[in-house]
């Protein structure tokens, strides 16, 4: 199957009320593992490259170029995002290279630059037919918008979305990015205000802190997108640690990253269904 449009799968899950996975790649196995689970559950997912990412690996086409093919080759639904850009460059590039979908992350500029930042994303984007997710406030610190405390307003939301047409927005209702224990608690009441203030699917950042009850109350409050990296990370880790455990000796190292990748796998399928399990349109 070919690469689905992000645009295709945001609007499909908006207009059913269900959400849809958005789920980081760090290397290679673990965009095999996440479009394995896609295949495995039935259900189409969203593989995201963050700027981190793409810097780890030194280039932008090396891991751009394989995500892309691995996604290609699947006979699930699959799209390729850019998830966390800063550098407005990096999100034009990804237009370019055939993506479906780019996050420009103006979150550290002043609500005027911000837009203006992002509505020169946008028309870029709109003639390539890429959506542009982004995301706004003006807040310090290593987890930008989504800082404890942060939440978005849903009056300048929908002032954002009117200014730069944006086909989805990254709000901050109470997670945080990078958490390791799932403890966030996330504002139901504000996600079902910015959901009848803007008409674009909301993204839910950070969603590895939030148990799974809540994101299931966060969807049918309004969530689309929901992100997961570190949750994943933490999976394939351990799988790695337990294998080494077991087998001190091992030294052939496709041997225990495939152990990660089957358990990132195993996760990441129960997550899609999680996920779509929750829709509340039919027909």
């Known amino acids: 199957m070919t690469l689905t449009p992000t645009r295709t799968i945001m609007d499909d899950a908006h207009e059913a009320g269900r959400g849809v996975g958005a789920f980081n790649v760090l290397h290679l196995e673990t965009a095999e593992a996440l479009v394995a689970a896609a295949e495995a559950a039935g259900l189409p997912v969203i593989l995201q490259l963050?700027?981190?990412?793409?810097?780890?690996?030194?280039?932008?086409d090396p891991i751009a170029r394989a995500t892309l093919a691995v996604a290609d080759a699947s006979s699930a639904s699959v799209a390729v995002h850019l998830d966390h850009a800063e550098d407005p460059e990096l999100a034009l590039r990804a237009i370019d290279?055939?993506?479906?979908?780019?996050?420009?992350?103006?979150?550290?500029?002043?609500?005027?630059?911000?837009?203006?930042?992002?509505?020169?994303?946008?028309?870029?984007?709109?003639?390539?037919?890429?959506?542009?997710?982004?995301?706004?406030?003006?807040?310090?610190?290593?987890?930008g918008a989504h800082a404890p405390g942060v939440r978005t307003d849903p009056d300048e939301a929908a002032r954002f979305v009117a200014q730069t047409g944006v086909g989805a927005l990254a709000v901050a209702v109470g997670s945080s990015h990078a958490m390791t224990e799932r403890v966030a608690a996330i504002d139901i009441d504000l996600v079902a205000r910015l959901a009848r203030a803007v008409p674009v699917p909301l993204v839910l950042h950070g969603s590895s802190g939030v148990p799974d009850e809540s994101i299931v109350r966060g969807i049918r409050a309004g969530l689309t997108k929901i992100n997961v990296s570190t949750r994943l990370n933490a999976r394939f880790t351990a799988a790695v640690r337990e294998y080494l455990t077991t087998d001190p000796t091992a030294v052939d190292s496709r041997k225990y990253v495939a152990a990660g990748r089957d358990a990132v796998r195993r996760e990441a399928a129960r997550l899609l269904t999680l996920f779509a399990s929750t829709a509340t349109k039919t027909g």
């Open 50 to 60: 963050s700027e981190n990412c793409i810097r780890y690996h030194g280039a932008f």
């Open 97 to 143: 290279g055939g993506f479906g979908s780019v996050m420009y992350d103006g979150a550290k500029l002043d609500f005027a630059d911000n837009v203006a930042m992002t509505r020169r994303i946008v028309y870029r984007a709109r003639t390539a037919g890429v959506l542009v997710e982004a995301e706004l406030g003006e807040i310090g610190g290593k987890d």
